[in-house]
């Protein structure tokens, strides 16, 4: 599997160049559709051309995880719960009274893209050598468990924490009255 | 022409910046939270890019766990808009301010 | 496989258990409380599973507390880990005991399991040695916090309180996120000792250490980033604000410091600049907006943020100068829960919602002949944090401030003295307010 | 210092306890009608006995001390309250307790009807206890205490009566006058503190003897010294910048007046002079200084007096004249005749002062003379006591007036020329002109109001004092008579012996004495006889020419000194006061605490409320404090 | 030594059980008299003579690098004296009055802890301490017991003398921090006082400002007319009668005996503020028309004597400084306390509402002239003695400046007269003739220990000056 090393060394693919460019395309959608069920649509298009680009990039684990998790799972969730509360397209009828709002994130979003973009020659070169290739899936997993055992579980009890709250406070607000 | 990485740094940069103007700028609070998922995804762009260097585990299991917990995350989100477009029957983020000064 | 299985990891002796012990028992008594919940037991059970737990966890803590540090499952556990632990459990013990929680949520006893995540997630987090598991545990406490800032169902503002939290507490564990990854993509790293050595001091690893230091300074209300905090102190039941203010500032107080002071960060100048300009701003924007506001408790979310202002440098000190953080932060802590336990029950008696809020200009002599013990609290708690001597919160502020001098921040600490004799104005107007009969004096 | 100094233990303190103790008395015990009078007189006259008996020790010794105890003694300071008493002191001593004695016996019956009495006799006694002090104690720290004592008993007396808001004011002004003419003491004491390094009387003297320990002081201590006492001398007897008090003091009782503003007090400033008179001795310009202040003190007060129709306005302007006489002699350096005029003047003034109060007790309280006339058939013993007053006052030959005025008439005419002479003689014909004007007016012609219809004569009580006092002023005179006529000098005698030697002027021969003297008589009795013709059959409506207003109203100085000195300076400090204090000082305090309020109103509007203004101001702040450390 | 300053600690324990007001009142004054007991025994062992002669230590706190050092000499033992005599006179004053409550008595005797504590403070640390713990029973006894504009009168007075022990503490701050210093204590600041104070030329008046805020020097002082006009009769006798002297102590003790270099390149700065001090402050006097803001004024006036006395070389005026204490706190106290029990029973402090007073009450007008000649500094009142030596020390040190002073003399003699024509002399007015006044026995037994140590102070005031002078700073 060493060729993959040079993936990251080399020129960039095509592959990449498409992948990236259809990354950039969705999220514009994203940013610029005022229908949530487009954005949803789009936000699963940019994590599929995220997948694809690590693909290109050769960590395929990732790529993996990325569809089933991610795309498969949150943005899905995403959908639902669009289609669940068939949100009306926002028409963006007082774009004057919030101009000023979006001129300033602009701005502000604009100077972080370019404090970013100006580090952009610092970012280290992959090194020549081939002795250390690709990690395969179980390398990662065994990474993984050994060292990141505790927040693993945690993690866990996070995710059932998260649930946990999601019912609590689903059947609270629903449910009875608390007495005041 | 631009190194394979410094276009895949860019990228998770375009995507990490759209996401936070996402954030900002989006009326419904759902589609804020996709802008929240945009960023994270920018992030683990980064973050894999960062492996694929390096050749350490280090960022996958990173990428692993922002996985989980925007999963975390959107899961609890979503309840509570879920909660608030009963209660309000809008989700739109203007009107969520009561509490200021 | 089997070798994987073999290597030191999962060794853990039996010292190493007892490190581990708390942790252990705080999940079997999450575990306990979930099963409760299932089985819809009473209040009562919850409260005294609650108390049980805790106290056992801050005993087994402040006993363990002269052990060696030791390394146990990739965690570090050092004294400041046992004493953070300890303390954090003591505010979740006081957050839920002196606000009657389990009586008012009867019906969903969920709290205590949301509650002992939290302090789960607060006691690990000094333990972390690696950025990884900061964020993690980071995550860890702050979802049980979103959802228990929620709590009170029956008051909008609680519902909104939680979604405020929690879209500023993503976007900033985004920008940390952002700030983690640009650190590895640095130094090929994460895990704090290996850092030390070969961490780059370019324009890239400044914006590492600032998107860093995004996620540590939110989480306690440090000036740029404090907006969340009065709407959610506002907002969220008054036993929770209390644990959150005091509980999360002192366990991202100790684990940033113990961060910086491993991965030797302390010693880059512009780290120290940032938390400088960053508490100096804090001091006098928090006086600023603490003094003319409408609510008692968004008051007290500004005078965390002018408190946080005065140990953010210490936090980018490193390990040596810890002490009088924490003990400042303790006696915070303490006073706060009971400030504002005085204050809902002083709520109760003006037959007001006891999770309410109340315009500070309200206070007035009618108060502290109705409920004479709880507005005597009130004002004492006020003048401590004033730091009028002999109350203990003047010691703590002296010895803050000593230390920030000895460490040559004399700009800071004049500050800081600045926004003491401002406290005057919020602190003691409304101390005295109680007990004053209802003339408005002419100026004030 | 010709005699070896033989001086005497004597239990000089019982003299100021005895008073003391009577004040004490009247002020607990409120007794009925005239008890507490007598009680006063009692212990007033026990003073004199003691006096008289401390007087007789005085051939021998030459001085009488009572160390006293330690007042108080800090750093270079240190206040000893001791007693010494001098032989002229002694005089002095006889005329505070015994007049003092008279006054308080005529007071007894004249205040009779006041309802607190017990207060008034209270601060007479305590007014007699100060003054013994001021004239016993042998420290001028001492000296200082019995000094402003006398100043709050004046202030308390001419107040007496506070129902009225103008005898308030008028006790306020009096002790506000002296209050500033003790500054000048104050100063001297510092001085004698800082140069000589104590305050005793004889420490001073020895020191001024010594002349190595002279030399070395520097040049100015000594005038500054003289110049301060004199100072404070004019402020406590009425000389011209500060005598304004002595008129509006007659708002007091009349007794008062007699007591405190004829006899005693306003002659406390000469007392000091000439027990410090070896300073003044050598000091020859502070003596011109005395001197022309003194003369024009004198003539100023002698035509203030000659259109007043308050019968003790008149007295009033009288003593201040009557005092520019006595400095005059100081001025020309001849204390014996500074001091024997005061006590002639303290008998014939103390006189007048009584019988003009049982002539106005006589016409209810009715003080204009203008309204008076008559009274000589209706109040005869008060007539001839008047008659004697005016007589002794002016000088008519043998009275006691004659030989004191004469005698200073003949110093000055030694010391200071002809043209002092001349003024000073101008001042004496004025005296005898309003004096005899006030005499004619009140006693002669026709009575010309309802009061004077039914004046009566006052009571025995009130007579007796007023006899005495008639036989004093007639034969004190012949204590000291001039030269030619005899050896009869015991005034210089005392005053020599206490250490105050007379300056030596150029002596003038028996011929031209006898020619002043004839030149003296001659003008004082032409301007008694000019008055006679002029008032004989009542008040004269003169013009109101632009003289007679300046006159009648006191040639505006109190006008001048309120628009000149009290009010501007009292304006410009409450202002200044006010300006600094209240918007100066306040002003910024809530000034900083108004802008503290709205620069949190402001900051506080950053705080929307909505979660996306939150998060973009979040990375505003992290980018803007980022860049500050980059470029910091 | 420990005994007389936890006594009032002990006093609020037996005070507790009594809810009852004359109950309180009555415990309160007989738990006065162990207090003058202990008194008594201290005076007996307390040397003249090097500062803080008596040195006790009881414990010490490493951590803040302090000990509880309580120290004794006759500086601070004569003012501990002027502390306990007004709080007993004033015990008997309290006896039957309607608005002394239990809670009063209480905040009363913390503020006798307080006063006592910052007196008897040998350590740095400590005496801050007790320094602003003086505050919290001062701001509720304003706050609570005062007249219409208390609140503002508290809050001015809490924030102004705070920000001037915050600068004390700056200056705390930076000795802790020197590695020299082993402590806090006063021994050992004045040990290496040369070294601090050529490290920090500011530390002098660090020091300096808190003390000139307590002891209203000129431009600090707007805080005392509001404070004294508002506070309760006890009160304001209490803060006229030694708080004001706590300043001044403070800037001998704390600043004159440590950093002598720094204080004296000071005074002529403080000369200059409490001359203006004196003539501003008697034209403040001149200008009011509430009699309480009158005597409040005069008392800056008073002080800016006491402190031109203090900042001077020689040891006349600094004996006098410290004898003029005890002069003022006697006689502007016994002003405060007779016109105090005036406004307890017509309540207004207008003085054109006044007249006429010595015609309605003969004895309650006589202790109101005597207290008014005393703070005139009439010869034979303490006031003069106090008043002498300092003019006489400065003339020493400084000649003709003096004049400037002197000027002094003569407006406090104008406004006090002013006072005492409004109030006791002119015609009787409405008011006062609508309010006949007659003093209970305690009443009268409060103002007798005023006349006689004033009496006393005045014509025999050598007993205590032989007894200050020993241990004046400035030989």
Known sequence: MNQATDLIAGAPTVFMWVASFFAIFFALIVFVSSNPISCAVALMGTLFSTAALYFSLGNFFVGAIQILVYAGAIAVLFVFIVMLLDLKPQKLKNLPGRLPHFLFSGLVAGLLALFLFRTIDLVPKATEDSSASILSATQYAQYFLSQYQVPFQAAGLLVFGAILGAIVLARGHLGKKEHS | ?101 | MNEFFQSKIFEITSEQLSDLFPLLLLSFGFALSVIGAGLKLSSKFFKIIGILVFSLAITTWSFTFLEADSVVLGLHITHFSRIVGALVSLFALTSFVLFDVSKRYANRPEWLALLILAVMGLSLLPASHNWISFFVFLEFFSIPSYILAGYDTNRERSLEASLKYMLTGAFASALLLMGIALVYLCSGTVDYSSLQGHFPSHILSTLALAFLLVGIFFKMTIVPFHFWAPDVYQGAPMGVAAFLAAGTKLSIFVSAALAFSETEFYLRNDLMNFAVIAGTLSILVGSLLAFTQRSFRRMLAYSGTVNAGALAPLMVLGKETLSSGIFFLFVYGLTLALILSAFSSLLKNRNLDANGDLDPEELNLKDSQQSKFQSFILAAGLFSLAGIPPLPGFFAKYWLFSDLWAQGYRPLVMWALLGTLMGVAYYIRIAGKLFFAEKRSVII | MTDVLNIVEAPLSWIILLPAAGALLNGLFRLKSTLNGLLATAFCFAAFVVSILQFLKFPEASKLADPGYLWFQAGHVKAQMGFELTPFMSVMLLIITGVGTLIHLYATSYMSHDKSQARFFAYLNLFVTSMLVLALSSDLIGVFLGWEGVGVCSYLLIGFWFEEDKNARAGIKAFMTNRVGDLGFLVALFVAFAYFGTSSVSGIMEWIADPGRAAALPVWVLTVFALAIFWAACGKSAQIPLYIWLPDAMAGPTPVSALIHAATMVTSGILVIVRLWPIFATQTEVLSVIFWVALSTALLAALMALTQRDLKKVLAYSTVSQLGFMFAALGAGAPTAAFFHVVTHACFKALLFLTAGSVIHGMHDEKDIFKMGGLRKKMPWSHVAYLVGCVAIAGFPFTSGFFSKDLILTKVFESRGVLGYGLLLLAAMLTSFYMFRSYFLTFSSTPRSHEAEHAHESSAMMIVPLMILSLLSLFVGWLEIPHMWGHLQYFSHWVESSGAKAVEGHEVEAATEWLLMGIATIASLASAFFAYVKYKKGPVTSSENFAWKLSFNKFYVDEIYDSFILKPLRKIGTCLSLWIDEYGVNGTLHGSFASYRITGQLASIFHTGSVQSYALLMLLGLLVVWGVVNVW | MVSILFWPLLSILVLVPFRKQNWAQWVNLLLHLPWVFFLIELIKVTPSGAPFGLMETYGTFPLFKSALVLGADTLNVSLIALTIFLSFSLSFYFLGHSKISQSFLILFQLLNFGTIGSLLAADAFLFYIFWEFMLIPLFFLIGIWGSENRVYAALKFFSMTLAGSLALLAGIFFIVTKTEVQSLAWSELSRNAEMLSAAAPWLGWAFLLAFLVKVPVWPLHTWLPDAHTEAPTGVSVMLAGILLKLGVYGMLRWVLQVFPTLYWNSTDLLFAASVIGIILGSYGALRQTDIKRMIAYSSVAHLGFVVLGAISTNATAQSGAFFQNFAHGLSTGLLFLSFGMIYDRTHSRKLDEYGGLASTNRFLAFTFVFASMASVALPGLPGFVGEFLILSGTFLQKGWWVLLPLMGVVLGAMYTLQLVKGLVFGKVSPLVESHPISLKWNEYVSIFPFLVGLALLGLAPQFLLAWINGSIPVK
């Open chain 2, 1 to 101: 022409m631009i190194a394979t990485g410094q276009l895949i740094f860019s990228v998770a940069i375009f995507l990490f910046c759209f996401g936070a103007l996402t954030f900002f700028t989006k009326r419904s609070a759902v589609v804020a939270l996709m802008g929240i998922e945009l960023m994270l995804n920018g992030v683990n762009l980064v973050l894999v890019q960062a492996g694929q260097i390096y050749k350490n585990a280090e960022g996958t299991s990173l990428v692993l766990f922002v996985t989980l917990v925007a999963a975390a995350e959107a899961a609890l989100a979503l309840s509570i808009f879920v909660i608030l477009y009963r209660k309000y029957g809008t989700l739109t983020l203007e009107n969520f301010r009561s509490l200021k000064g």
